[in-house]
């Protein structure tokens, strides 16, 4: 019978030098004979070998310093062994020393060993080869397609424990090191491994951008601000950081505050629910007992007010829960947008922060239910008053006031509608922050006061190319979208155009004129008279000359109003239709270089 291989009773072990740790090998062993008929040294070799080391640990057989196996075995005098390459390579470092040392136990040596090939060792791991298992040691430690990947190692890359802005590379914590231990490096700023790190270069002189231009809102480096961006409104990272937190922060404010808000109103629309089911209900039991006592000339029209009443119930109770399902979501989506917030609040690298800080910064415009009125806790109890005159006055009567009962149900109206305001301090109420997008601004247009003033211009102003700059016509969007209730007013000079537009308004052509298309409207103002337009149709708006026009929108209700706005605030036009899409405000210059149009901070 053949010998069982896996027994113990045969196996070889190998015995390490003196001075050297588990797992590193040198000079010799001699391997222990076993008995049997079929016995014998070669037997061991070919079969025990291969099994023994498939048991052993196969990060005993790799190079600490490459983490891969052995190539070229050596030992040096500590008993380590590494790759004769690896070895080498980390001496010639610290050849200016004149200092030697272990990369694993930090033994030094004073001469450089004389390093010889372990042929026993190289043997062993040819074996393991052999066996076609390949050592992949700390596999973990590598850096695979989803990992930043350091940028010193060579050949298979470790992953990065750190990235440096400074010198916008990545590194391991092997080659991080230095920047712990030397005093220039340690001024570093070192933030968690990213792989975003070149958006930090200026395409344009591959330099560090350290700069922002709030001009153009954009990251620039030293060169820009005496180049391209010369003359704008440029600050430090750092800064604009800086002054980006504080605005996040009130942010978060105000959106805690929404959440209060909104669960405030949850609330209170739950309780509408509960009183307009019972009110309902009670209606629904007097008039049947009502009805009943008009035997078979009333029953049909008693199935027919109970029909009614439910059909009216159902359609108050679902417009409710309509709005409650809307605010619920917005709660939902307020505390999403605040994570948001509050995880870009804690990036570390400013660049990035900035980078994404204006597509996370904008909220969405609340659900209009910050003041809700609800009609007097009647609901269908005026119902069950018209009933019983109706009993009363039997047959002839109830033929004539059935019109009577059947308005009197479709009244119940819990959610009022919010009138528009009467006066400036009720529209100021609804007043908004907004500023222009200079990424959408004609070339032709100079922003300021923080894009909020726009000049028609003789010169070209140097803006980049961007699929959402206007090129037909001079004109703006702003980067907020306008949604809900909002009010604005605009302080004009020459000849403006004060519009309200859907973000796919067309960019190019004599169609993209504010007006000219059925995706805006605009009040057209200058020092004689006002014109509306729409779709290219054109009405004469007669009110008083005023250098401040007011815009109220009201995006659910369809309403669009514009006043002239002096000591008091006359109506010029309204528009009353259904807004599909959120609006931009917008504004188009067209007479004479030198006017003006300017987004007037509201307080």
């Not at 113990?8 to 050297?20: D, N, T, V």
């Not at 990065?160 to 400074?166: E, G, H, I, R």
């Not at 009567?397 to 059947?406: A, C, D, F, K, Q």
Request: charged fraction near 25%.
């Amino acid at each position: 019978m053949p010998h069982d291989v896996s027994s113990s009773s045969g196996i070889f072990h190998p015995a390490p030098l003196a001075g050297s740790s588990s797992g590193d090998f040198g000079g010799s062993f001699r391997p222990r004979r076993r008995r049997g008929r079929r016995g014998g040294i070669q037997s061991l070799r070919d079969g025990e070998t291969a099994q023994h080391m498939n048991q052993m640990d196969q990060t005993k057989f790799c190079c600490s310093v490459c983490l891969d196996l052995l190539k070229d075995p050596v030992t040096i005098p500590c008993g380590h062994s590494y790759c004769m390459n690896c070895i080498k390579s980390f001496w010639d470092e610290e050849e200016n020393k004149k200092i030697y040392s272990c990369p694993q136990c930090r033994q030094t040596f004073t001469a450089r060993p004389v390093l010889e090939k372990n042929t026993m060792l190289a043997d062993l791991v040819e074996e393991l080869k052999k066996t076609g298992l390949q050592a992949a040691p700390a596999d973990h430690c590598y850096a695979g397609p989803e990992d930043v990947a350091c940028d010193v190692c060579t050949g298979r890359k470790m992953k990065a424990f750190k990235s440096c802005l400074f010198c916008l590379a990545s590194y391991c914590e092997k080659h991080l090191q230095p920047h712990y231990d030397a005093a220039p490096l340690k001024k570093h700023k070192l933030v968690e491994p990213s792989k975003k790190l070149q958006e930090n270069i200026c395409s344009r002189h591959d330099e560090v951008m350290k700069m922002f231009c709030r001009t153009d809102q954009q990251s620039i480096c030293y060169l820009c601000s005496v180049d391209e961006h010369k003359g704008h409104d440029t600050v430090s990272a750092a800064a604009e950081r800086t002054e980006r937190q504080r605005e996040l922060e009130v942010s978060r404010q105000n959106i805690q505050q929404r959440i209060q808000d909104r669960e405030k109103d949850v609330k209170l629309l739950q309780q509408e629910v509960e009183a307009i089911n019972q009110s309902a209900d009670q209606t629904v039991e007097h008039s049947e007992k009502i009805f009943t006592e008009l035997i078979h000339l009333i029953q049909k029209r008693s199935s027919d007010v109970k029909q009614q009443i439910r059909s009216q119930q159902e359609t108050e109770v679902s417009r409710v829960k309509e709005l409650e399902e809307k605010l619920e979501q917005e709660i939902t989506e307020l505390k999403r947008k605040d994570a948001e917030l509050k995880q870009l609040s804690h990036t570390e690298d400013h660049i990035q922060f900035l980078h994404n800080y204006p597509s996370l910064s904008a909220l969405s415009e609340s659900t209009d239910s910050s003041s809700i009125n609800i009609c007097p806790l009647s609901y269908f109890e005026d119902v069950t008053a018209a009933v019983s005159e109706v009993r009363d006055k039997l047959q002839d009567i109830l033929r004539e006031e059935w019109t009577n009962i059947s308005l009197t149900v479709t009244e119940v109206d819990v959610l009022l509608s919010q009138p528009e305001p009467k006066t400036r301090a009720g529209f100021l109420k609804y007043s908004c922050e907004i500023t222009l997008d200079p990424n959408t601004a004609h070339k032709h247009l100079l922003l300021s006061e923080g894009n909020r003033k726009a000049t028609l211009m003789d010169q070209q102003q140097s803006y980049s190319d961007h699929p959402d700059r206007f090129t037909g016509w001079c004109q703006v969007l702003s980067r907020e979208s306008l949604t809900g209730r909002c009010y604005w007013e605009v302080e004009w000079r020459g000849g403006v155009y004060v519009a309200v537009a859907y973000k796919n308004i067309s960019r190019a052509g004599n169609e993209c004129g504010f007006g000219r298309n059925d995706k805006s409207l605009v009040l057209y103002c200058n020092n004689n008279s006002y014109t509306f337009r729409y779709n290219n149709i054109q009405t004469r708006v007669s009110g008083p000359r005023s250098s401040r026009v007011g815009v109220y929108l009201d995006h659910r209700a369809g309403i669009l109003s514009f006043y002239s706005v002096s000591e008091t605030m006359t109506l010029l036009h309204r528009v009353q239709t259904t807004f599909t899409q959120p609006l931009y405000a917008g504004l188009w210059l067209y007479c004479n270089f030198g006017d003006t149009a300017e987004l007037i901070k509201l307080k």
